[in-house]
Every structure is written in C-alpha cells, then in structure tokens.
C-alpha cells in the first residue's frame, strides 16, 4: 500500500458537533485551512444524519485518489465515516475533534484542541486498522461493560455544559462512582476459555489492540497533563489482530492505589488487572433465567452508550480500514 502523503484533504463536517456549534461554522472554516492551507480542498457542513450519505457521495467521486477525506465531529459522527468505508484501502479516513468527548481522536493522538489536531496534519502517516465488531456494532478503541464505566459516561454527558467545572474537577466527579459501586458479573468465552468463565470487576473493558495511544506527559503534571494522562484509557500493546479483555476489581483502597500507573500510563502492567487476549470474545449476561434467555442492557462503545442485548459476540475485524495517524 503506498504511504504517499494526500495532495489534498477534503473535509465532511457534522454542524451538530459541540466545538462547531461553540466556534460557529465560518471560524471552524477559516481556522483549519489556515493551517492546511494550499492542501485544503473541500468543506461540507452537514447534520449527523447526513455524515453516511455524505460520506458515500465523497468516496464515489474520490475513491483511488491521492485525497484523506476529514471528517469533523464527535465519536458518533467518526464512527458513521468508518463505517461507510470499511474493507477499503483506496479510501484514507482522518479526524477532526469537533464533538465533545472526542475520545476516539485522542486515543489515536490527535490533540483534543481542533486547531492543533488540524496542525498534526502536517506529519503523519496512513495506518490501516483492526475494527471491533460486537453484535454488529463496530468500535475502534474498545467497549465497557460494567455499570460504573456506564454511570462515568453518563455523568460526563451532564456535566460536559457546565462550564464552571474544570475538566480535573469533571473527570473525579464523573469518576466517583467506580470507586463506591458494586462489582459487575459476566461469563467470559474465548480461546482460553472454551467452556467459560466467571469474571467479576468494577471495571470490564474490551479493547482494540490495534490502537495505540500517544504516550502521556512524563511527571511533574499540570491540569492538562492530568485530564490527558486520564483519557489514556487504552494502555500500550502491539498485538495487532487481538483484541483484550480487562478487568479491574478497584474498591475504595485498589482504585486510589492504581493511579500512579495510570498517570504515568502502564495502568495495564498493574498486578491488580486480571487480563486476556483472544481474536474473538463471548460475554454472557449472568442475569438470564429459563424463561427468558435474552437480557437488554447499555455499554459504552467508543464513549458512546449503545443497547445491546447479550451474549455479546465481539470478533476483531483485520485491517478493516485505513486511517491518517499523526506522528
């Protein structure tokens, strides 16, 4: 596959997006040409509803060319553009953080400021990614499944307005939580565990090992080092193909204990991570009884929450589809 450079990025933008609708369109507009400048190509302001079919009109004019198509939003409006070009390699998919959590741009390292996101254009590289895929839905960095991760995403969607708050303040006060929760129960099926197994956390997560974040700030922090040292949610691993399965039994002693690593980013080296590796996972809800063996539940995706209903199959997809990553 040819690392070429694109002469041009195009850019699909969700209007809908927190930053734009903070910004307005015309600045968001004039601030990432600024920096793109003669490489700028096209600018498109459409709602979510519009972000696949606007995808599906860019990829018919310009698939094979030597052009990234950038698509501006949140993590719903990414995850809509990956969808409508996966299992393409003419077609090359960047990012722009223009919603509110934008936790799937940080994950890939891209800044959580839009006008320095736009700026790591300037340097990087196309990378062709796993995609998860969990009861047909698909994810780029991973899944939760316990309530408290849930009950974490929740609250930031409250306080995400109140500009009053700072980030640090709405991280632990989001946070909270996990550390005075119960713990969650599942059954586990994988390669490992053919015939199942009992797995029980505060946290349950599932992720991409394709996926490889940034490493954080090294010590002393600041606010801003800390609120990035937390969004490092996925750890460091090069088991491409993969996907893991975390669990962390936290409590009011474990969690506290474990943020050094977190800060310092090898949370997932913590002796106190029960973990396992398989291409393909089964969770089972523990809730089932006889007489109804289907049990409805949220997760959090990619930070969004979905509906699923378990058991949950999550299957890595390989070189699913073809990202611009910065340096």
């Not at 968001?28 to 599906?56: C, H, L, M, Q, Y």
């Not at 990378?127 to 499944?145: P, Q």
């Not at 709405?170 to 053919?194: E, P």
Request: glycine residues 10%.
């Amino acid at each position: 596959m040819s690392r070429r450079k694109p002469e041009a990025f195009d850019f699909i933008v969700n209007r809908r997006g927190g930053t734009v609708m903070r910004n307005g369109e015309d600045k968001i507009r004039e601030e990432v040409v600024s920096r793109f400048g003669d490489k700028a190509g096209s600018f498109t302001f459409v709602t979510g509803d519009e972000v696949k079919e606007a995808v599906r009109a860019w990829v018919k004019e310009n698939a094979g060319s030597n052009r990234c198509l950038v698509v501006g939003g949140g993590d719903g409006t990414v995850m809509s553009a990956v969808e409508e070009v996966m299992g393409r390699e003419d077609v090359m998919l960047g990012i722009l953080p223009l919603g509110t959590q934008n936790f799937v741009a940080r994950q890939l390292g891209f800044s959580a400021d839009f006008k320095k996101a736009a700026a790591q254009y300037q340097d990087g590289h196309s990378s062709t990614m796993d995609v998860g895929e969990v009861n047909g839905l698909h994810f780029l960095v991973g899944m939760t499944l316990d309530d408290n991760s849930l009950n974490y995403f929740r609250a930031r969607e409250k306080l995400r307005d109140d500009e009053k708050m700072s980030a640090l303040r709405k991280a632990f006060t989001a946070a909270a939580g996990v550390l005075g929760r119960n713990s969650n129960r599942f059954t586990i099926y994988s390669d490992k565990h053919k015939k199942g197994k009992k797995i029980e956390g505060r946290i349950i997560a599932i992720t991409n090992n394709s996926v490889e974040p940034v490493p954080v700030h090294p010590l002393p922090y600041n606010i801003k080092s800390y609120r990035d040292a937390l969004m490092q949610v996925v750890g460091r691993r090069k088991r491409a193909g993969k996907l893991s399965l975390y669990v962390f039994k936290g409590g009011f002693l474990g969690t506290p204990a474990m943020l050094p690593d977190v800060l310092r980013g090898t949370w997932d080296k913590n002796p106190s991570i029960e973990k396992d590796t398989s291409a393909e996972f089964v969770v089972d809800a523990p809730e089932k009884s006889e007489k109804n063996d289907v049990v409805e539940k949220s997760i959090v995706l990619d930070g969004e929450i979905k509906k699923v209903q378990y058991p949950l199959k999550v299957r890595i997809l390989r070189r699913a589809v073809r990202m611009f990553k910065p340096k």
